[in-house]
């Protein structure tokens, strides 16, 4: 693999370090990175967690993690060997400022010599606790940043305590609240399509697009983890941040450069231009609901209430659709639908951007006309798309037209035989101190304050879920939502 030439060592230490998601994702991700040479020579991995299991039987943990879960085709046992030096552990009480010395001490003349990321992969009750005890022992500086893993709180109030928690030792600028959905390749390439051809901005207006619909569909119910899932919900677990990110990067405008400082000026303008809703708005253009029994793959599955550790009189959301509105120059008029659930029929998340009819068709009336569409996919496959119509070959008479799809996805010869992970990339960025990907203080709170209304109004209004069956598409109602507009979800292949 080639050498990064912009290498720089890093101490990377994961609270949380033998958590699933260390163990999943931020620990292959890592492997990953050293693979392709960006992480450099002095660079360090540390896992901190309560549990103490030695050095050895946490690289025993983390060889097991990447054999599991790390792409096959990306072993190299030299690698491996390479990886497996860097990594150290130690054991840390979150609430026990003692054992952050043992960290310290650990760290050693690194912590002068490199940067150092904090990865706090734990729940968000100790973030304030961790970065407190950091700043006791003396392992804060100006070189070191701090990552912060959803959810951060549970409404606006509770955001601003931990924000305010960890904002007592660290400024904003070195604060990365992450999402991974910001670092697919297919949303930042979403930027180049944007802002890199003169085919696609200028139409990206009220005038142009009639549409935008944005769903993260998942197969899966709730894994295990129901005590976790039904404290948060989708609403919370996904629209507030995931889904609504997307949003403001579709509907950003033109920043000055690529610059952190000016996308998120251009994202948060979006935020704060989302009409808060009233309790009549949130009846009308919400659809709550939750999981009954139904059939996966032609298996039975249970509902949600009836998941281990289920209760029966859980009032917890597993679906949600809704239609926003962007009150702005550019944006007025157009409904942007956001929906995502658990126990659908197919797992992917997508991006639809239909642009309106041909203002007068001079076709013959029996032509069906499809409007255009940009589809954006982001998982499991990441691809774009655009949906147009085309002749369709033959000597018949008149003319007769098809649709037809465009596939902008890189060609093999263009683009890298393997696909970078989102957490390869957005853990680089931390690395290198690029913010752009990451998510301001300003941005959370704003996608809050919406999301509360929703929530408030839920409260107020009594709106309790409605019942859909696993392995359905979500209620009757999702569809009467889109409906009642003189539109149709868009239909995946």
């Not at 370090?17 to 931020?26: E, F, M, S, V, Y």
């Not at 992450?178 to 390749?185: A, Q, S, T, V, W």
Request: proline residues 5%; aromatic residues 10%; hydrophobic residues 40%.
């Amino acid at each position: 693999m080639q050498q990064n030439m912009t290498c720089y060592p890093c101490n990377v230490v994961i609270f949380g370090g033998n958590g699933d998601l260390a163990i999943r994702k931020l620990l292959p991700a890592l492997y990953n990175l050293d693979r392709g040479g960006y992480l450099c020579e002095g660079t360090q991995v540390i896992g901190a967690s309560r549990t103490d299991i030695g050095r050895d039987g946490y690289i025993e943990m983390v060889r097991q993690g990447i054999d599991e879960f790390g792409d096959p085709d990306c072993w190299d046992e030299s690698v491996w060997e390479r990886f497996k030096d860097r990594l150290n552990y130690v054991p840390v009480d979150a609430r026990n400022s003692e054992t952050f010395d043992l960290l310290k001490e650990a760290m050693g003349t690194s912590f002068t010599q490199n940067d150092t990321v904090y990865y706090m992969s734990t729940a968000p009750d100790f973030f304030g606790d961790i970065t407190d005890n950091l700043a006791k022992a003396g392992l804060v500086s100006e070189r070191t940043r701090v990552v912060m893993e959803k959810p951060i709180g549970k409404n606006l109030a509770s955001s601003r305590t931990i924000n305010n928690a960890v904002a007592r030792s660290f400024p904003e600028n070195n604060i990365y609240r992450i999402d991974h959905y910001l670092g697919k390749e297919t949303v930042q390439n979403l930027l180049a399509v944007r802002f890199a051809n003169t085919l696609f901005e200028p139409v990206w207006t009220n005038a142009h697009i009639d549409n935008v619909q944005i769903t993260v569909a998942e197969t899966v119910g709730v894994e295990g983890r129901w005590g976790y899932y039904d404290d948060s919900g989708a609403l919370r677990d996904m629209i507030q941040n995931h889904l609504l990110q997307l949003l403001s990067l579709v509907a950003m405008g033109v920043p000055v450069s690529l610059d952190a400082e000016a996308v998120r000026a251009e994202k948060l303008k979006v935020l704060k231009s989302l009409k808060k809703m009233s309790i009549d708005g949130v009846r009308r253009n919400t659809v709550r609901a939750q999981y009954s029994a139904g059939s996966m793959d032609g298996s039975k599955v249970p509902g949600y209430k009836e998941e281990e550790g289920g209760v029966t009189d859980s009032q917890t959301e597993t679906f949600v659709a809704i239609r926003a509105d962007i009150h702005n120059w550019r944006w007025r008029g157009v409904p942007f639908y956001l929906r995502t659930g658990k126990r659908l029929p197919a797992r992917y998340s997508e991006i639809v951007i239909q642009f309106k009819d041909v203002p007068h068709s001079i076709f013959p009336e029996t032509a069906n006309l499809n409007p255009n569409k940009l589809v954006i996919r982001l998982q499991p496959e990441e691809s774009i798309q655009l949906y147009m119509m085309n002749k369709l070959p033959g000597l018949g008479e008149g003319m007769e037209v098809t649709p037809v799809t465009l596939n902008l996805t890189l060609p093999d010869r263009i683009a890298d035989s393997r696909v970078p992970e989102a957490y390869e990339r957005l853990i680089l960025d931390v690395i290198r101190g690029n913010s752009t990907l990451f998510v301001h203080r300003d941005e959370v709170e704003a996608a809050w304050l919406w999301s509360d209304a929703i929530l408030d109004g839920w409260s107020k209004a009594t709106v309790d879920p409605q019942l859909y069956p696993a392995g359905s598409w979500g209620p009757q109602s999702a569809f009467e939502l889109v409906a009642r507009d003189g539109r149709s979800w868009h239909e995946t292949n």
